[in-house]
T-cell receptor
Framework: DTGVSQDPRHKITKRGQNVTFRCDPI?????LYWYRQTLGQGPEFLTY????????KSRLLSDRFSAERPKGSFSTLEIQRTEQGDSAMYLC?????????????FGPGTRLTVL | SQQGEEDPQALSIQEGENATMNCSYK?????LQWYRQNSGRGLVHLIL?????REKHSGRLRVTLDTSKKSSSLLITASRAADTASYFC????????????FGKGTSLLVTP
């Protein structure tokens, strides 16, 4: 396993469309995090999972955002009715209890452009 | 919301010089970490310092932590052009599942 992967790397969509991003964590990592990064800013935490359980989702930006991790492996982040303000880089990270959950390994990100 | 603030926002130095970046944060932490991000790409973990530690070294990196001042610094010695990147500090807390709170970052440019 070479690391965290994300798909697609780039997504261009029209306002009002729904988009879904996928994240495949490092296989033995049971924690998975989603972040959003806008231009010139640091990443902003959105939500995280431990195995299949979503333990924090209050930081999701609106009810248009949702995330799943149905089998405790890969995760998806969906944005419904996209808005231009949703344009950003969406980053996924994973971690392991063996690391004390402290060090997170990030994927390359999915860059979303909403026209 | 952003937890930390890095200073300076941008730094330009020549190869061989040292680069120092500072980070301040607002609330109590378990750990403070530094990450590097090359243009438009994912983040790479550099170093972690625990709240009960004051200084840590890793290769050409030196990190200090002052919990009384809620601040940290990252020193990169003998910089190289390949060190050109954005550097972020991030704090975590076990109460929030170790989710990371990032600052806005310092953009470092190392010229040959």
């Amino acid at each position: 396993d070479t690391g965290v992967s994300q798909d697609p790397r780039h997504k261009i969509t029209k306002r009002g469309q729904n988009v879904t991003f996928r994240c495949d964590p490092i296989s033995e990592h049971n924690r998975l995090y989603w972040y959003r990064q806008t231009l010139g800013q640091g990443p902003e935490f959105l939500t995280y999972f431990q195995n299949e359980a979503q333990l924090e989702k209050s930081r999701l930006l609106s009810d248009r955002f949702s995330a799943e991790r149905p089998k405790g492996s890969f995760s998806t982040l969906e944005i419904q009715r996209t808005e231009q303000g949703d344009s950003a880089m969406y980053l996924c990270a994973s971690s392991s209890p063996g690391l004390g959950y402290n060090e997170q390994f990030f994927g390359p990100g999915t860059r979303l452009t909403v026209l | 919301s952003q937890q930390g603030e890095e200073d300076p926002q941008a730094l330009s130095i020549q190869e061989g010089e040292n680069a120092t970046m500072n980070c301040s944060y607002k609330t109590s932490i378990n750990n403070l970490q530094w990450y590097r991000q090359n243009s438009g790409r994912g983040l790479v973990h550099l170093i972690l310092i625990r709240s009960n530690e004051r200084e840590k070294h890793s290769g050409r990196l030196r990190v200090t932590l002052d919990t009384s001042k809620k601040s940290s610094s990252l020193l990169i010695t003998a910089s190289r052009a390949a060190d050109t990147a954005s550097y972020f500090c991030a704090t975590d807390n076990s109460n929030s599942g170790y989710a990371l709170n990032f600052g806005k970052g310092t953009s470092l440019l190392v010229t040959p």
